[in-house]
Antibody, heavy 120, light 107 residues
């Protein structure tokens, strides 16, 4: 059974830092691209960042570029999101998601339960 | 960035109804369109990818169609557990983007 478990959320002041982690199990982690998606309170979904299986390639939304950094440790089956220079507008539930490598785009086939980050 | 516009944003419907949600992309995204269902306080759940491929375990009353820039999600015979918010997503090009969501409510 695929499981994704986020940790590291909480309350932080504007300008502060926080590191989210996602522990994965139930699939071949090193083969799977992973992503972070966030959802501000009462709002829609926003893709934040992606990292390929090898960890050598990654992408960021413009809203977090230069402030957030994604990484992974394939020996520990974890993916992390280092968030620096946090802003009030970064307040959201952050989801870790696994991407399915299909022939027609890579959907997010499994999601963690989400973790709340509050910047205030 | 590729913009996705869902319509309607809100729909009041009844159990047993047939529902169609539309997602329009600001440019051609081939078939790289995904649909998710999200219930309050829960993570999104993958329904359909590649515009029309049903994810394993998803009931067959859900179906997707379209290509290029216009896509639809159809739910035949709505069940009580289908009342939720539905999002489309394009995975054609970075940045990955989502539609604004369509909320289904019980009439």
């Amino acid at each position: 059974e695929v499981q994704l478990l986020e940790s590291g959320g909480g309350l932080v002041q504007p300008g502060g830092s926080l590191r989210l982690s996602c522990a994965a199990s139930g699939f071949i982690f090193s083969d799977s691209p992973m992503a972070w998606v966030r959802q501000a309170p009462g709002k829609g979904l926003e893709w934040v960042s992606d990292i390929f299986g090898s960890g050598a390639r990654f992408q960021y939304a413009d809203s977090v570029k230069g402030r957030f950094s994604i990484s992974r440790d394939n020996s520990k089956n974890t993916v992390s999101l280092q968030m620096n220079s946090l802003r009030v507008e970064d307040t959201a539930v952050y989801y870790c998601a696994k991407r399915l490598m299909s022939n027609n785009g890579w959907p997010f086939d499994y999601w963690g339960q989400g973790i709340l980050v509050t910047v205030s | 960035d590729i913009q996705l516009t869902q319509s309607p944003s809100f729909l009041s419907t009844s159990v047993g109804d047939r529902v169609t949600i539309t997602c329009r992309a600001s440019q051609d995204i081939s078939s790289s369109l995904v649909w998710y269902q999200q219930k309050p306080g829960k993570a999104p759940n993958l329904l359909i990818y590649g515009a029309s491929t049903l994810q394993s375990g998803v009931p067959s009353r859900f179906s997707g169609s379209g290509s290029g820039a216009e896509f639809t999600l159809t739910i035949t015979s709505l069940q009580p557990e289908d009342f939720a918010t539905y999002y489309c997503q394009q995975v054609y090009r970075y940045p990955i983007t989502f539609g604004q969501g369509t909320r289904l409510e019980i009439k």
